[in-house]
């Protein structure tokens, strides 16, 4: 099931002096715009310069954005935004590169998804939700409880093969991957709700 966008996030980041709702926008994107980055051949520093692009595109632009759901969904707007940041700061290395014989930033910009990869987007969206909120709930649960969840869920290992790796029942093994993934949802689902 795909996650939306709050729109009250978006609504609240449109004003500039709401930084509660800017650090809670940058902490929630500002990785995922990372991500793609890196994905695309980015260092460290790049990746980096890429978000801060990115979030001073969305500041300048945010209150265009049209939050009606037929006229589109705010991550295809963003995924607009990272890609022509993306584009701007590949060309800029591009050109620092002349000589060198270097096609790697060609090739990362012919690599860069378009707009209308609305799979990439979703799949990349999905998976940063997913570690983020890990991140959030991890100290929520045991170390036991936490490993029969990823052993099950992330790693696919069957829940009896979990339960001999973890020392506990597979019944335990089912408890703590339904628990851990019902509260995954509920971050997941305030985070966007």
Known sequence: MPVTTRLSLITRISDSEDSASWSEFVNLYGPFVYAIGRGRGLQDADACDLVQDVMREVAKSVDRFDTNPELGKFRSWLSVITRRALMRLLEKRQKQAIG???????VALSNTPTPEDEEFWEREHQRHLFHWAAERVKGDFTETTWRAFWLTAVDGLPATEAANQCGVTVGAVYIAKSRVA???????SQATA
Not at 100 to 106: E, K, Q, R, S, Y
Not at 182 to 188: F, G, H, Y
């Open 100 to 106: 060198t014989g270097d096609t790697a930033n060609v």
């Open 182 to 188: 019902s509260r995954l949802r509920e971050k997941i």
